[in-house]
């Protein structure tokens, strides 16, 4: 299977070279050629598997240059061990009848480890294919919970070097402390002044200047991506969407070929294209719920066609979703209308921070999508609602799905059985989560308010969390927007 770029279809590549790339040189997003038709029949089969066995028959799917062994190897180094739960990412159900899809049970907590705890393990095989002998630098901007995962998932990891920008006041105070405590010999860490958007930017404007990749190359060097703008991390998503369906196949709770609605809490939109790329396969998915926070950017899009960035940016209780700048979105908008839409709008993106798509490519996205946002006040107000009606905890993300999930229900009248990603655990934002169900505890440090969460909701918090407190942190650096070219050279010393 090759991969194309979204604006330009002639680039075509590999698999390993689509990793490894992580961006095409002329910024388009790396898609597969075709999607690969998966069968009602296929999916019974992959039911009776476990998570290990749906994953490597899924990928294998797309990673047709990687050996049976490669694969295998990747897939078991990623989920054999390193998550809490023996499913990997199990489905809880709610007395309300909706399920719930734990995500978080990895090493650092949250979605994000779903990919990142294999993405480097794909990377490893395919630069060995498509770039013998060239380290490999991970640039990062992170919203918070990418940065942790992708520097757990790359550190001591061989020919590879890995560098996280984050938003100084844009992460929480656990997200931060995660980050700033990171162990390995191959890690950096920096803060930068500005938000999520202001970082990505930076990173993709680093990785696209020919001059910088020119100096890398002299040394051996070779940026890549462990942004959802790497193939690599979407791909392993596609699985997990496939499992969960599976799960309620083998559980007798749906029969296969039964549809299902699924809603996500949504940034960048990684998290629902891969659920949206499930469908296109043949995943019986109804409806796409796209769940945003504050930054309703995308509520907007999905209802009325027009993309506005020019809009007042808020800092939230569900900082994972304090984006404007929705990359994944021109994977979508490629699937729907092509490269050549997909450079008009990306342009005027760039240039006016706005555009419109034509009538029929709104039709196409409203026939799969639904989307809703909510507030603070909601999100918290939905917290201590599942909480205290379905002794169910869920973090501030999960929180917002839930919320737009119930308002789509309402007004639609949809009862299709629905699964909610939940993306973190609620350990990971203590202080709003405690808020919700317990009222304000602002004299408590954030340890103190992780025990006291524990203690009010009789649930324990994570040990890879609570062992955060004994950490020495590493990284306190903070720079401008325009100096973290610089801070790259600094920290691969040339
Ligand atoms: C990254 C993240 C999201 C958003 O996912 P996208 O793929 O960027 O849409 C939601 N919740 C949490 C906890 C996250 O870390």
């Given at each position: 299977m090759n991969y194309v770029s979204t604006r330009n279809t002639e680039v075509k590549v590999s698999a390993s070279q689509a990793i490894t790339k992580g961006i095409s040189s002329e910024g388009g997003l790396f898609v597969p050629e075709n999607l690969p038709a998966v069968s009602v029949a296929e999916i019974e089969k992959l039911a009776s598997l476990d998570y290990i066995g749906r994953a490597k028959s899924i990928l294998s799917l797309f990673l047709?240059?990687?050996?049976?062994?490669?694969?295998?190897?990747?897939?078991?180094?990623?989920?054999?061990?390193?998550?809490?739960?023996?499913?990997?990412?199990?489905?809880?159900?709610?007395?309300?009848?909706?399920?719930?899809?734990?995500?978080?049970?990895?090493?650092?907590?949250?979605?994000?480890?779903?990919?990142?705890?294999?993405?480097?393990?794909?990377?490893?095989?395919?630069?060995?294919?498509?770039?013998?002998?060239?380290?490999?630098?991970?640039?990062?901007?992170?919203?918070?919970?990418?940065?942790?995962?992708?520097?757990?998932?790359f550190k001591d990891v061989e020919n590879t070097r890995i560098l996280v920008f984050y938003p100084s006041d844009g992460v929480s105070p656990m997200?931060?402390?995660?980050?700033?405590?990171?162990?390995?010999?191959?890690?950096?860490?920096?803060?930068?002044?500005?938000?999520?958007?202001?970082?990505?930017?930076?990173?993709?404007?680093i990785f696209t200047d020919k001059a910088i990749a020119e100096k890398l190359a002299d040394n051996g060097m070779?940026?890549?991506?462990?942004?959802?703008?790497?193939?690599?991390?979407?791909?392993?998503?596609?699985?997990?969407?496939?499992?969960?369906?599976?799960?309620?196949?083998?559980?007798?709770?749906?029969k296969a070929g039964d549809a299902i609605n699924v809603c996500v809490p949504t940034g960048n939109f990684g998290n629902i294209l891969a659920a949206y790329y499930s469908k296109e396969m043949g995943l019986p998915v109804k409806k796409l719920i796209c769940a945003s926070n504050s930054n309703s950017v995308l509520t907007e899009f999905l209802t009325t066609g027009t993309y506005d960035k020019n809009r007042e940016f808020f800092t939230t209780i569900s900082p994972s979703m304090d984006i404007l700048i929705s990359s994944n979105l021109e994977r979508l908008l490629y699937s729907m209308s092509g490269s050549e839409n997909v450079c008009?709008?990306?342009?005027?993106?760039?240039?006016?921070?706005?555009?419109?798509?034509?009538?029929?490519?709104?039709?196409?996205?409203?026939?799969?999508?639904?989307?809703?946002?909510?507030?603070?006040?909601?999100?918290?107000?939905?917290?201590?609602?599942?909480?205290?009606?379905?002794?169910y905890l869920c973090d501030t993300h999960t929180a917002v799905a839930v919320k737009v999930y119930n308002d789509y229900k309402a007004a639609s009248g949809d009862a299709t059985p629905v699964v909610i990603a939940s993306t973190a655990s609620p350990f990971k934002f203590s202080a709003a989560v405690l808020e919700a169900v317990d009222g304000k505890n602002d004299s408590l440090d954030e340890f103190e308010m992780v025990e006291k969460l524990a203690e009010v909701t009789k649930k324990s918090c994570p040990e890879q969390l609570a062992n955060l407190r004994d950490k020495a942190v590493r990284f306190e650096g903070c720079c401008s927007k325009d100096s973290m070219e610089q801070v790259v050279f600094d920290m691969l010393g040339v």
């Open positions: 047709t240059d990687f050996t049976e062994a490669e694969l295998d190897s990747c897939v078991k180094g990623a989920y054999e061990t390193g998550f809490s739960s023996e499913k990997v990412a199990p489905l809880v159900k709610l007395e309300d009848g909706t399920y719930i899809l734990e995500l978080f049970k990895g090493p650092t907590c949250a979605f994000k480890d779903m990919a990142l705890q294999i993405l480097p393990r794909l990377l490893t095989v395919a630069s060995g294919k498509a770039a013998k002998g060239t380290e490999i630098v991970i640039l990062v901007a992170t919203s918070g919970d990418t940065g942790k995962a992708a520097l757990e998932g997200q931060k402390l995660q980050m700033c405590t990171q162990e390995g010999a191959n890690v950096s860490v920096c803060a930068i002044q500005g938000n999520f958007d202001d970082a990505q930017s930076g990173v993709k404007k070779a940026f890549s991506s462990a942004n959802s703008i790497n193939w690599g991390r979407l791909g392993p998503q596609i699985v997990y969407y496939f499992s969960a369906y599976c799960d309620l196949v083998a559980s007798g709770d749906i008009k709008w990306m342009n005027a993106l760039a240039e006016t921070g706005k555009y419109e798509v034509d009538a029929a490519t709104l039709e196409a996205i409203k026939a799969d999508f639904a989307a809703g946002c909510c507030n603070d006040e909601e999100t918290k107000a939905t917290i201590a609602d599942v909480f205290k009606s379905k002794d």
